[in-house]
């Protein structure tokens, strides 16, 4: 059996990895996929503690649930954002992104 602490590490390691995707990339589809990333740690914790619990409730499972349902409907709006930009600007470069500006 796999101790919690190893899923903990994993799960921290692929949200530091989602983290510096977020904070680095200037592609806004990058961004997102950063964002996905970290969506997927908190899935992972949700699940591992559920697991090691000693109530057997599914609220883990439930939980991790809505954060896919959550997450798909991120992805959903971001995309539909993106493709409108690029449409509109011919760019998904984040930094050129100032249309709320003055």
Known sequence: MVPLSW????????????LFGVLTRRNAI?????VELMLNAVNIN???FWRYSDVM?????VFAVIVFAVAAAEVSVG??????VYRRRN????????MLKW
Request: hydrophobic share 70%; no cysteine.
């Open 46 to 48: 949700l699940v591992a």
């Open 57 to 61: 409730a599914m609220a883990g499972q």
């Open 7 to 18: 899923y903990l590490m994993f799960a921290a390691a692929l949200f530091s990895i989602g």
């Open 79 to 84: 995309l539909a954002l993106v493709i409108s």
């Open 91 to 98: 760019t998904v470069v984040a930094d050129e992104l100032d």
């Open 30 to 34: 990058a961004i997102l996929l950063g």
